[in-house]
């Protein structure tokens, strides 16, 4: 009956060292292997931007730009995060300035609660990336696999529609 | 307790229990109630620069804490601004009136030529005499709150009733550590906690050493059928639970009821009936022409915060504790730990810190109790506690399953003459400290001890099963009754709106069957029965911003009407919805006017209508908590699907503000006339009606196949 995340139940490994890219920065991790990248940033790098939502990889508060790829971060293990490029929602911004989509986050009041947007802001990055110019329903789609409880999606889709408008970064 | 916003003691609160000036050119403000998400913190900030004539930015509001007051009880009920929010604004225009009155005699010059621009205390030639930061610390507003002060005419604000940013969101945005799950203490531990698999399960045996082989776990904790464990890594944490749970064994006695025959089940519960109108009117029987017979039903509701419940507890050397928490009562949780714990009082400290998005009694109170169990096997360091998803979706207590019989005549033009109505559910109040128990589900595990069943708000307090049962409708003869069910199988609480969300589907569903079997337009039809004029306003106002009159018909398209006054006290709200529908609803829009009186920050009043509207269309279309006869079944986000971004409806929304009234709650108004709305809508896209939420495919074949 109980939903636990795999990794939690399988057989205990020592703890090793993993060099992680994270915003541009190596790091190296010391943690048991299958530990997801999601307790590695907030446990041992500090970078708390990224939210624990489920551990299942459903709901996408945990989302981090893998490689480019919006990513759940509490099903990805550390091990196969080494030699790849991690984005977390730190690193959005540019020299402490905040990115188009988080100033226009700003100028839409695009949030209640604010804990999902971690995982929202990284989906409408990599969709931006891939797609300058995408209308409302391709916004939608590509929000689809990040869940807000508050019921701020309106908001959301318009400030991702209006920081496409936005000059970069 | 959900009285709150009252449990003031005896004695007026000094001013600076509620702000503070200080000398580098900021104002303090402390408040009772908590930031959930609804940004009342801003609307507070907003209320405090107004009347204090100081700019928005020099305002810090702080969050609450037991350390120091006031102490209004829950943030709960769409109350803090009615009330928290005006006793803000006559501490903060009594502060002024002070500061201005101590200027004047200071500065030797009548009280009457003096005003305040942003601090700066100004002559009638507009020269500075003084500035309010000059008497920070002169211990000025050390002093009983007199209420001799009057605040400003609303009809001179120059911040309240305008647009504010959130003053939050920007460390939200940018991921900067904010919410209780991102402290980060010295010598900071983590505790994950093993709950039964099921309700009424006890623990019987357990092998500790699997878990404790884990070189980073410092404790495992067992009390009665209370399991958890503490270690000094998070992940490792998970790893030991997850090792705990499949070497503990339980009994699980089959306590649950039968979820297909929900209904029967409630209304063959011993109950406490509740009266909530009665209105007898003898001649109404000879006007009869017709009547109609009806029920309407509800299953469990979960709140399903996007964040499992986080808690963080440390005990001192010398048996005092500190606790954070996103609850949201933190003098309530206090008394309730000390309860629990058999301590004074006085030796709790509660601290709140933000948490994701709170919609009514969550898992918050129950994870800082968590944390404060671990906590003891491990003095002097702080350890945070956060729920499993699967935890969060079993244990949270639930919006209760309801139903709603109706009966209703009417005369031979169709208007209402006789109304009864009566409701079933579980209470929708088991805060800590119900029942004169803590309330508290560790210690329920730790004492192997029955819940009591929840209990229900005061009809004073806006009730719970009865919530919304009165409807605002000319009616002669009345006779509306709440049965709360004294058994409690599946643990219930406050869900956003309590009882509201179903009394107001059945009596807007009836009402539009009503308008249809009269021949009338179903706005034309509200208008007519409802004798006030906001009622009136905000259902003209709904319908005009749908553009109702001229609405295009399609194939499977479909529109509906509902209007509802919260807890008959509070905000007048009324939503049209357009919804696309063949064997499934698609909710496209939701026009939604509210008459909420004054209104502080009109941006996030919005913000905050078009969520609880968007949360109740997922109600209504998507959500029940499922169980077998052992177990909650519903436990992850694809066994209890909320509404997604493709599916989520486009919302706008029309505030009706009237700056000289009351301010009026507002934060659930919109979840009664949000779900009648949509089965409205449903039924003119598909010409059935659907009694049964949610309204999902399966329940539309049913009400397709008995039409």
């Given amino acids: 009956m109980s939903d636990s995340p795999a990794w939690a139940g399988s057989p205990l490994t020592e703890p090793e060292d993993f060099d992680i890219e994270v915003n541009g920065e190596h790091h190296v991790v010391t943690c048991r292997r299958d530990t997801p990248v999601l307790y590695a940033l907030r446990g041992d790098l500090g970078l708390k931007g990224t939210r624990f939502g489920c551990g299942l990889g459903q709901c996408g508060a945990c989302f981090v730009l893998f490689d480019g790829h919006p990513t759940p971060s509490c099903d990805l293990p550390v091990w196969a995060a080494a030699g790849h490029s991690i984005v977390t929602v730190e690193g959005l911004a540019t020299d402490g300035r905040p990115s188009r989509l988080q100033r226009a986050f700003t100028e839409e009041q695009a949030a209640q609660c604010g804990y999902c947007m971690s995982g929202i802001l990284i989906s409408a990055t990599a969709l931006l990336q891939q797609e300058p110019d995408p209308d409302e329903a391709r916004v939608r789609e590509a929000l689809d696999r990040n869940l807000c409880r508050c019921g701020s999606h309106g908001r959301v889709v318009r400030a991702v529609l209006k920081a496409a408008k936005m000059e970069t970064p | ?707």
């Fill in chain 2, 1 to 707: 307790m959900s009285a709150g916003g009252q449990s003031t003691s005896g004695t007026q609160p000094l001013l600076s229990a509620r702000l503070e000036i200080t000398a580098d050119g900021f104002v303090n403000v402390f408040v009772g109630k908590v930031e959930l998400g609804q940004g009342i913190l801003t609307a507070f900030a907003q209320i405090a620069a107004e009347e204090l004539d100081v700019a928005l930015d020099r305002v810090r509001v702080f969050g609450a804490t037991t350390a120091r007051g006031p102490d209004e009880g829950t943030t709960s009920g769409s109350r803090s601004v009615m009330h928290a929010g005006v006793a803000l604004r006559q501490a903060c225009a009594e502060a002024r009136a002070r500061l201005l009155e101590a200027a004047a005699s200071q500065a030797n010059v009548p009280l009457g030529v003096l005003c305040v621009r942003d601090g700066q205390i100004l002559d009638e030639h507009a020269q500075p005499r003084a500035t309010y930061w000059q008497f920070a610390g002169t211990g000025l507003l050390e002093r009983p709150a007199s209420g001799d002060a009057k605040p400003k005419y609303p009809g001179d604000y120059t911040v309240v009733g305008r647009d504010a940013a959130r003053l939050d969101l920007p460390d939200k945005f940018a991921g900067r550590p904010r919410f209780i799950q991102d402290l980060s203490m010295p010598g900071q531990l983590f505790g994950r906690v093993v709950r039964p698999p099921a309700p009424g399960a006890c623990l019987n045996a357990l092998d500790e050493l699997a878990a404790r082989s884990i070189s980073t776990v410092v404790a495992v904790v067992r009390d009665g059928s209370f399991l958890g464990v503490v270690a000094t890594r998070e992940d490792d944490a998970v790893r030991a639970a997850e090792l705990l749970r499949r070497h503990a064994s339980w009994t699980e006695p089959p306590t649950l009821p039968d979820q297909r025959a929900m209904a029967e089940h409630l209304k063959s519960q011993p109950v406490e009936d509740l009266a909530l109108a009665r209105i007898v009117d003898e001649s109404a029987h000879a006007d009869v022409a017709k009547a109609i017979e009806r029920s309407y039903r509800r299953p469990y509701v979960a709140h399903a915060s996007i964040a499992p419940g986080c808690g963080v507890a440390r005990w001192e050397g010398d048996g005092r504790l500190t606790v954070w928490t996103h609850s949201q009562g933190i003098f309530p949780l206090r008394s309730a730990i000390a309860a629990a714990c058999a301590m004074e009082e006085a030796s709790v400290v509660v601290h709140h810190v933000e948490g994701a998005g709170c919609y009514g009694h969550n898992s918050a109170d129950d994870a800082a109790f968590d944390a404060v169990l671990l906590a003891r096997a491990v003095p002097g360091r702080p350890v945070q506690v956060v729920w499993s998803r699967d935890d969060e979706f079993a244990w949270e207590p639930y919006g209760s399953a309801m139903v709603v019989d109706l009966r209703v005549e009417v005369d031979h033009r169709g208007d209402i003459v006789r109304w009864r109505h009566d409701v079933w559910g579980g209470g929708h109040h088991a805060r800590p400290g119900y029942a004169d128990i803590p309330g508290l589900l560790g210690d329920f595990e730790a004492n192997e001890a029955v819940m009591a069943p929840a209990e229900d708000p005061s009809f004073a307090n806006g009730a719970g099963n009865g919530r919304n049962a009165v409807p605002a409708y000319r009616i002669r003869d009345l006779d509306v009754n709440a049965h709360r069910t004294l058994t409690m199988p599946i643990r219930t609480s406050s869900l956003r709106a309590l009882g509201a969300t179903l009394n107001v589907f059945a009596i807007e569903s009836v009402m539009d069957e009503l308008a249809e079997a009269a021949g009338v337009d179903q706005v034309d039809y509200r208008v007519r029965q409802l004798p006030d004029e906001r009622a009136r306003a905000v259902v003209r106002a709904a319908a005009d911003l749908a553009g109702w009159v001229h609405r295009p018909a399609g194939e499977s398209l479909g529109w509906g009407i509902a209007y509802a006054r919260y807890k008959n006290s509070c905000a007048h709200c009324a939503v049209v919805a357009c919804v696309e529908a063949v064997s499934e609803v698609r909710v496209r829009q939701l026009f939604v006017a509210v008459d909420a009186g004054q209104v502080i920050n009109p941006d996030g009043l919005a913000n905050q209508i078009e969520g609880g509207a968007t949360q109740a269309a997922s109600w209504a279309v998507k959500e029940a908590v499922t169980f077998d006869r052992h177990a909650i079944t519903s436990r992850d986000w694809e066994s209890y699907p909320i509404l997604r971004f493709t599916e989520a409806p486009t919302v706008t929304v029309r505030l009706l503000p009237l700056q000289h009234e009351p301010p009026l709650g507002v934060g659930e108004c919109a979840a009664g006339p949000v779900t009648a709305a949509i089965a409205n809508a449903l039924h003119d896209a598909i010409g059935v009606r659907v009694r049964d939420l949610p309204l999902t495919p399966d329940r539309i074949d049913a009400a397709i196949r008995n039409a």
